[in-house]
């Protein structure tokens, strides 16, 4: 008889114990009827009410709980599936590449925390059902993070590590008449977690579905599909492979929407392998993602029906073709995202409805593929990325990131697994094959990867063979061979992170030997994702880059309460856990808490766009970069619009091929008004699908182009006011106030009201993004922040302290031009000048200029910042949006008309920072809700200006860690702007923004725009 001894808990040799084989995941039902609702007999939940214990290392666990004797009646309640972390006890941990014991245990690998190594222990009362009776009996245990003991009825069953993939243990001769206990202790931190050291918080518990099955008689316990077209696609073999326990037949039928392909009965008995030939296959992509139905009835020799087993199955050939990737024998471009098993509520423990939503707006946003970072996902995914057409890249629960990055420094290979031990090899063939034998059927995994970050060596290398061996339908990949080259043939492709796009061309020009990917780049951390048109842009020049995988999908965030019980978003160190790494928990594409999209979805969906529309004033090249799908398929919509409104709209039909192009003559009529004309081709779905409904926008194009009016020129009178202190200016429905003792307008009165609530002055800075702060912006920068808060005006007090002098003036009938000089606390010191022009209609032109100071360099940004009242808190736009723009993040925004609250603006970045911009703004209207306000303009000289509307100041949003530590809003900060400094995203702890997206200080600077009341 087996027991258990905690010490093998610390040996990477000692990693299961009493499981059994892993096995595909398919269903099977013992009706018809079972089936239709998809409820099986064949199973029983265990998920809801445990008993619990918690205790903070092994030493403090109840002994002999599990013994059939020991009541646990009395203990805690705790709900299943559930990370412990998430039910009161312990605490969310986020670490990075420190493992999480560091600076608490100074351990190495084959040892184990001891002081602090939380120990779960369940305990479930349990009555086998009726229908089980006399039948094998399972324990399936989806997920139990890191390691677990099984007890029934005092017996120990079984050992197994791996906390992503599933542990199944025999239960038949341990189950007695009656009630059972099902004893089950979770250890926190096991030898398997010195490669479970992936970015993200660490939990612990049974967090996935816990449930009893039984078998029939006759039993396909094991099931493998692969269903490949041939080199012409006009053939494909179907064959199935069984591992049946018993003996008897199966029906196997494959139909196509409804249509029957073949039906035919065979014997079963042991391993059985079937072929079948299928002409002219409907075949599986992701733009296509067509999926045939596969029944199989399997009966005993008498006939009887012992199982219903329903399969989807999809034909497709991934191979690699001179170098080159294709699926169906197209190049493939992956335009991924790595995606985290996260939600805010649950941690790991994902609904099905949150599942959905995930794989819906990737769709609706053109992601195409996901790379499972760094771990097998929940079992359902996989059904659903076949359902919905998305690309997998299913990777094995590896990564031991902590255990060599120190390695270049401190030259400690021993501390590095799993390297080349041979004591850990069988541990990571374990995991390989566990996700192996139950993923194996899902058409949309194109590729195999062996794990993440865990440097290089024989047993990763043995770890690709075994998929190779395994399954020759489809590819390996593994990017940690960057770090270690000695076993490069460990993956089939050549796979980077977050390389530069220089970088990449420079690698390809030495080494073409494999196709390349960034399996991670263009970091999404926090206002991110600048330049990431460069990476989609080398797809189209370069045939074997084909692609990469945004890092990545969702925020690591979870919710919590502050101390005055308000609900917020909270991310490492905000459980006082200690060692974190903060806010590095957050880098998604989609929020935490409600997996809505962040304005970066904007970029990335354009970026990924499957056509190309290159509009110009009357015609449009369509290039079409669909594997598969002709435009056809899409509605095709041309709209003009003058001056951001819509004018004229016409359908126009295309019908460019895949991989083709085309040049169309555009169905609007030329225009003869004079204005700003945007003509915008929009591609949208003609029909409603699982992700979208009909009319879904996919793709568009935009082209702009002007008919000159002749300007209006205002020629009502101005009159001025001299005093000893200040100059007025005052007009038929306005008043202004230029302080010479405050060094600017201190006043703007229009209708009656008081409008601006600070004098408007030179701002040169911005909150830092988060990638800002990783490459030590306001430390290069800082003069710029310090002139933004301490300019002081130049012509105030000389020498003289009691002499004021009054600014330039010059007055003219219709107009009055003011000037100050404003300091600049910088070294060497700059100065600036800002002039105003009012004329008789209220409008106020103003004017920034600066003569550069070669030592100061660039600036994050140049132009000017003011407050009115908060209760004017209605923004209208004319410019690019919806969501917010930056000079290197704006390619997927549209010219038009668009509306918000200033609170909208504020994009839910998981710490404040810069946000909300708006670029290429011809005008924006800043009002109340009764619609009074001010006007904001561009110049003509200046061009369209960046525009933004804020509750608060950059200075406000820098010095807040958290939403909740910024201010009660008073003001509306409004910021127009020559331009930002874009806000890069190559990476978030060394990449600068790229040299063109910059400011370019070179030269004089000067910035124009107008405001005005209305």
Known sequence: MRTFNYENVKNPEYFCDGRAE????????????????????????LNGIWKFHYAKNYDAVVPGFEKDEYCCASWDDIRVPAHIQMEGYDAPQYANTQYPWEGREDIRPGEIPEHFNPVASYVKYFRVPERMKGKRLFISFQGAESGMAVWVNGTFVGYSEDTFTPSDFELTDYVREGENKLAVQVFKWTSGSWCEDQDFYRFSGLYRDVYLYTVPEVHIRDLRIREVPDE????????????????????????????????????????????????????????????????????????????????????????????IMTLNGKRIVFKGVNRHEFSSVSGRHVSEE?????????????????????????????????????????EANLESHGSWDTYPMDGDEDFIVPNDKPEWLAMMLDRVNSMYQ????????????????????????????FFRKEDPTRLVHYEGVFQDRRYNDTSDMESQMYTPVEKIKEFLAKDRSKPFICCEYTHAMGNSCGAMHKYTDLTDTEPLYQGGFIWDYIDQTIYKKDRYGNEFQAYGGDFNERPTDYNFSANGIVYGGDREPSPKMQEVKFNYQNITAEVTKDQVKVINKNLFLNTSVYDC??????????????????????????????????????????????????????????????????????????????????????????????????????????????????????????????????????????????????????????????DYRGDDLCKVLLPEVEAAEDSVKV?????????????????????????????????????????????????????????????????????????GAKLGIYRNLVKDNMARYIVPQECGAKEEVRYAKVTDRSGRGMMFEMDEKSGPMMFSALPYTPHELENAKHPYELPQVHYTVIRAALGQMGIAGDDSWLSVTHPEYLLNADEKMEFTFRFRGI
């Open 637 to 794: 919509v041309v709209t003009a619009a003058r001056n951001g409104k819509i004018v004229r709209e016409s359908a126009m039909a295309t019908d460019v091929e895949p991989l083709s192009e085309k040049v169309y003559d555009l169905p609007l009529p030329e225009e003869t008004i004079p204005g700003e004309y945007t003509i915008t081709v929009s591609f949208q779905l003609k029909t409603n699908t699982i992700w979208a409904k009909a009319g879904h926008e996919v793709a568009f194009g935009q082209h702009v182009y002007a008919i000159r009016e002749e300007k209006k020129v205002c020629s009502r009178p101005v009159k001025v006011i001299r005093s000893k202190h200040n100059i007025g200016v005052r007009g038929e429905s306005f008043e202004a106030i230029f302080s010479g003792p405050e060094g600017g307008l201190v006043s703007y009165r229009y209708a009656g009201k008081e409008m601006i609530k600070e004098i408007p002055k030179p701002n040169f800075w911005r909150a830092p993004v988060d990638n800002d702060q990783g490459n030590q912006m306001p430390k290069r920068y800082a003069q710029w922040k310090i002139a933004s808060m301490y300019a002081s005006h130049k």
């Open 819 to 891: 000037t100050f000089t404003y300091l600049l606390p910088t070294t060497p010191a700059g100065e600036c000048t800002m002039t105003y022009v009012v004329t008789g209609d209220g409008t106020v032109q103003v004017t920034l200029s600066y003569d550069p100071v070669k030592e100061l360099g660039d600036m994050p940004e140049f132009g000017v910042m003011l407050k009115l009242d908060a209760d004017y808190d209605h923004v209208t736009w004319y410019g690019l949006g919806p969501a917010e723009t930056y000079a290197d993040r704006k390619k």
């Open 22 to 45: 892993a096995h595909s995941d398919h269903a099977y039902y013992a009706s018809e009827a079972d089936r239709e609702t998809g409820c099986s007999l064949f199973q029983e939940s």
């Open 438 to 465: 139950r993923d194996k059927n899902h058409p949309s995994i194109l590729i195999w990867s062996c794990g993440n970050e865990s440097f290089g060596g024989k047993d990763i290398y043995e770890m690709s063979q």
């Open 354 to 394: 949150e599942l959905r939503k995930d794989l819906t707006i990737m769709k609706q946003n053109n992601i195409n593929a996901v790379r499972t970072c760094h771990y097998p996902n929940s079992s359902l995914i996989y059904r659903l990325c076949d359902e919905y057409g998305l690309y997998l890249i299913d």
């Open 232 to 323: 012409t696609m006009e053939k494909a073999e179907l064959e199935i492979c069984t591992r049946t326990w018993g003996s008897g037949k199966a029906k196997f039928v494959l139909s196509y929407h409804g249509e029957v392909c073949f039906e035919e009965e065979k014997e079963l008995n042991g391993e059985n392998v079937f072929t079948w030939e299928i002409d002219h296959p409907a075949l599986w992509s992701a733009e296509e993602p067509n999926l045939y139905d596969l029944s199989i009835t399997v009966t005993d020799a008498s006939g009887t029906l012992m199982e219903i087993i329903p399969e989807k199955v999809g034909f497709r050939r991934f191979e690699m073709k001179d170098r």
